[in-house]
């Protein structure tokens, strides 16, 4: 493991000190994140909400769903409530109330909930924010269905189009994420047709919510990775997640490389980057063909990006370094010249100084 | 012929740190099951003197652990004689990848709990992201620490269910403050290393990916037409199915190819490709190399890529022209150490192969061992 200091601008470290005081002056947001309703979000959270209060935290439930099960009502008797405020035959959670009542810690299901017309905000997640600004704590829980990116995919599966959404930046910005992971049954045993194939239908639906859960989680995490070690000033790859970059050039079987690279990359479940090294004096059917390539990658939904170096090599590879790439993709050489036998081709020259990077060699 | 009972079902609970609550979750389900009216017994369960997790254990039948000596010390260990002898129905296997006391009939917990499956006991185990063979390389990178105790990836493929039991480091660092996790001296020792916060994020960002990969290779499971929760025992046509790429991995006497063969395994179960590995004897090679190649074939053999040996006088040719006759779309190999690299005195192998094998990918795998590049 490597851990250095990278050396900072005044402006940077200015801002990095902004940062972190505000940071430091805002509330914790922890995030339950479950992938079908009756995994045991609100219980998991309320039951978090209960700990903390035993442990001596000053802890509210600023709102809760209207229908409960026993085990969730016997939790709340447990907790003080601030009443939801009614608006004209609605509810809505009171936000002046909290903010008045000022707790450390604020519970909050429900979190893509529409708030009627003539509330402060529109949604709750924009009252949990309020919250959070004003230094309150808040504990909340959300079904992926109700995240506005994952809001289409979700809907493949489960048929059902919800109209309530929480914006994924906004559980970006969240301190910590848990999923709640409780699996389909372990055992489906019935011994009936109709109902074991009705049931499998069921499990696969819930896998597939399961895995977007889980894969939703682990981008969050990662990037929650990134911002703390750049909190901290620190410069580290890990390699959790899969990054690919290809090198393209005009010459380059750029399709071959990109397809591959995004079948990789979706398996892997990782980010996909193709990246060119500006060349001087290019012709026009080389800008041409490269041009192709590049649009090849714009299809492949792969981030691009256009490099200036000197030396190719080591501006791909300090690139690579800088985003944590695990995976480069370069075309084989097409020709060798004569002093390249002694001196090594580009491409030994990449293989050699990649080191802790993964290199994969296409052939064209 | 006699029909076999139908193999028991296994469920991992994975994590990805002590403390994290992976027994305690176990447990929960263990006395679920038991309520349900099911034959549920404790195999094994490590109590790490955690007051809650051993409340969690009330009620429930322990099969008596096994005495044996090892060095003069006497340990205890699971009874797997005794728990096939009593036969439940579900056993409760705590630390899926403890190494078992030298003498031992097997060497691993894991393959006692084969032993429990083979007859028909479900089993439930615990263990963390760290132990999986394949990370091993990523997780030294992440830690610092090279883990000895590891789980093929094909034992945990055959698990009916992977189930991620998650907590925020956060919440994990406050549980070791409160001296939940470990007594207070163990603790501040386990802050100082292991418990740091951005290396168990990066941990737990790997266990929910992994987590997810398990959820997704048995969604291909559901979909095939002969459905079955329990993978069958191999030898029906249920298998997933198989990509175009055929993965061949070059096996050297050089110590890195433990982490290619990682690597290669890795990537070929991710695109659901056939995966092998071949070395070349060269004629006139000393004994030495001989032994380090014959063991990394047999790794290879135990993660379940099918190895062999190959003859020849040249080993680029051979294992490219093999490559070619077999198909090979991917041919994996591991970096040249610093000093093979001199270009005037001769290629070394990894130059060699990229220009013979212009028709494939070739693949030089990171040294994920080495310290990172200034």
């Known amino acids: ?364 | 012929m006699a029909t076999r009972p139908s193999r028991g079902r296994l469920k991992i609970y994975l994590g990805y740190a002590a403390g994290v609550g992976k027994t305690y979750q176990m447990l929960e389900e263990a006395q679920e099951l038991k309520r349900q009216g099911r034959d549920v017994v404790i195999g094994y369960f490590e109590p790490h003197g955690r007051k809650d997790t051993i409340a969690r254990t009330e009620g429930l039948e322990f099969v008596p652990r096994r005495k044996g000596e090892y060095r003069g010390t006497t340990f205890d260990d699971m009874d797997t004689g005794a728990i096939l002898a009593r036969h439940p129905e579900i056993c409760v296997v705590d630390e899926f990848p403890h190494s078992n006391i030298p003498g031992s009939e097997h060497d691993k917990r894991w393959q006692d709990a084969q032993l429990l499956l083979d007859a028909g006991i479900d089993v439930l185990t615990t263990m963390n992201i760290q132990h999986l063979e394949s990370l091993n390389d990523q997780v030294f990178r992440i830690t610092g620490v090279r883990v000895r105790e590891t789980i093929p990836d094909w034992v945990m493929q055959q698990a009916d269910q992977v189930v991620m039991v998650d907590l925020t480091p956060r919440a994990l660092l406050n549980r070791l403050a409160r001296g939940v996790v470990y007594p207070p001296d163990k603790a501040v020792e386990a802050l100082k290393n292991f418990f740091q916060e951005s290396t168990l994020v990066a941990l737990r960002e790997l266990a929910l990916r992994q987590t997810a990969h398990e959820v997704e290779i048995r969604q291909v499971d559901y979909n095939s037409p002969g459905f079955q929760i329990t993978p069958t025992d191999g030898d029906i046509g249920d298998e997933p199915p198989r990509s175009q790429e055929r993965i061949l991995i070059l096996v050297t006497p050089d110590p890195s190819t433990a982490m290619l063969i990682r690597r290669g395994k890795r990537v070929a179960d991710y695109l659901h490709a056939d995966c092998f590995a071949v070395a070349v004897q060269q004629e006139n090679n000393g004994g030495d190399s001989n032994g380090a190649v014959e063991r990394h074939l047999n790794f290879a053999r135990n993660l379940h890529i099918e190895a062999r040996l190959l003859g020849g006088h040249d080993v680029a040719k051979t294992v490219v022209e093999f490559a070619r006759l077999n198909g090979v779309t991917q041919l994996f190999l591991a970096r040249p150490s610093e000093g093979r690299w001199s270009t005037f005195g001769g290629r070394n192998l990894v130059q060699q192969v990229v220009r013979l094998a212009r028709d494939m990918q070739v693949i030089i795998v990171a040294d994920r061992n080495r310290q990172q590049a200034k």
């Open chain 1, 1 to 364: 493991m490597q851990t250095s200091t990278k050396r900072r601008t005044p402006e940077e470290l200015l801002e990095q000190v902004q940062a972190e005081e505000a940071y430091e002056k805002r509330g914790r947001l922890k995030v339950f994140l479950g992938y079908a309703s009756g995994v045991g979000k609100s219980f998991r959270m309320l039951d978090e909400g209960r700990r903390r209060a035993e442990r001596g935290q000053d802890v509210v439930v600023g709102a809760v769903q209207p229908q409960r099960a026993s085990e969730i009502e016997a939790l709340l008797s447990k907790l003080r409530v601030i009443p939801l405020r009614p608006i004209d035959g609605n509810t809505v959670m009171d936000v002046d109330a909290i903010l008045k009542r000022h707790p450390g810690v604020c519970l909050v299901d429900g979190l893509a909930y529409d708030n009627p017309p003539g509330s402060r905000n529109a949604s709750r997640w924009e009252d949990v924010e309020q919250l959070l600004d004003a230094g309150i704590s808040v504990i909340t829980s959300v079904n992926i269905q109700y995240i506005d990116e994952l809001r289409e995919r979700v809907a493949k599966i489960t048929g059902k189009v919800v109209t309530q959404t929480v914006p994924r930046k906004f559980l970006n910005s969240a301190d910590e994420i848990v999923v709640v992971d409780a699996p389909p049954e372990m055992c489906i045993r019935t011994q009936d047709a109709e109902m074991k194939a009705r049931a499998t239908t069921q499990a696969q639906k819930l896998s597939e919510l399961r895995e977007i859960a889980l894969l939703f989680a682990a981008d969050v995490v990662d990037l929650q990775l990134e911002q703390y070690l750049q909190r901290n000033g620190m410069t580290q790859t890990f390699g959790a997640q899969e990054r690919i970059m290809i090198c393209v050039t005009p010459r380059a079987n750029a399709a071959a490389m990109i397809a591959s690279g995004r079948r990789n990359a979706d398996r892997f479940h990782g980010d996909l980057t193709v990246a060119y090294v500006r060349q001087p004096e290019i012709s026009a059917d080389d800008q041409a063909a490269l041009d192709r390539n590049l649009a090849i990658a714009r299809d492949a939904k792969a981030h691009i990006e256009i490099l200036d170096g000197d030396d190719p090599i080591q501006t791909i590879l300090s690139f690579a370094r800088e985003h944590g790439v695990t995976q480069v993709f370069v075309g084989h050489s097409t020709h060798e010249h004569w002093w390249e036998r002694l001196t090594g081709t580009p491409l030994d020259r990449l293989i050699r100084d990649a080191n802790d990077i993964d290199v994969r060699v296409f052939p064209h």
